[in-house]
C-alpha cells in the first residue's frame, strides 16, 4: 500500500525558512510528476510546485517563484520543498501528491491527475 508522508512544517516568522519532506513508502521515484500543493483556511487547495522525477525539470506557482525550490533525493527516495523568505500569506496545510502523467503545460497543477496523496503538515507564518 502506498503511502506519502509529509513532515517539516511548523511555525516560523516572516523572512523565516523551512523545509517539508515528502517520503513514500511502499513506492520508490519513477518517471512521473510529484507536486506540493497547499490549502489555506477558506481558501481551494493549490499547486505550489512540481517535479517531474524522470528529468528533474521544476515547475512553480508565480507566488512562490524565487522563494521556494522542489527537490529529489533518488538515494533517500524522498522528495523536499525548501521554503525561503516565508510570508504570512504562505500559511497553509500543505500536501505532497505522486504519480501524475505529466507535469508540463500546467498538468502539475490538476489535483485529479495524481494518484497518491500525503496527509498534510501545516505550516504556519507569522508577522
Known amino acids: 500500500q502506498v503511502k506519502l508522508v509529509e513532515s517539516g512544517g511548523g511555525s516560523v516568522q516572516a523572512g523565516g525558512s523551512l523545509r517539508l519532506s515528502c517520503k513514500p513508502s511502499?513506492?520508490?521515484?519513477?518517471?512521473?510528476?510529484m507536486g506540493w500543493f497547499r490549502q489555506a483556511p477558506g481558501k481551494e487547495r493549490e499547486g505550489v510546485a512540481a517535479?517531474?522525477?524522470?528529468?528533474?525539470?521544476?515547475y512553480y506557482a508565480d507566488s512562490v517563484k524565487g522563494r521556494f525550490t522542489i527537490s529529489q533525493d533518488n538515494a533517500e527516495n524522498t522528495m523536499y520543498l525548501q521554503m525561503n523568505s516565508l510570508k504570512p500569506e504562505d500559511t497553509a496545510m500543505y500536501y505532497c501528491?505522486?504519480?501524475?502523467?505529466?507535469?508540463?503545460?500546467?498538468?502539475?497543477?490538476?489535483?485529479?491527475?495524481?494518484?497518491?496523496w500525503g496527509q498534510g503538515t501545516q505550516v504556519t507564518v507569522s508577522s
Open positions: 501528491a505522486a504519480e501524475a502523467y505529466y507535469c508540463y503545460d500546467g498538468h502539475w497543477q490538476r489535483e485529479e491527475e495524481y494518484k497518491f
Open positions: 511502499g513506492y520508490f521515484f519513477s518517471s512521473n510528476c
Open positions: 517535479i517531474y522525477t524522470g528529468g528533474g525539470y521544476t
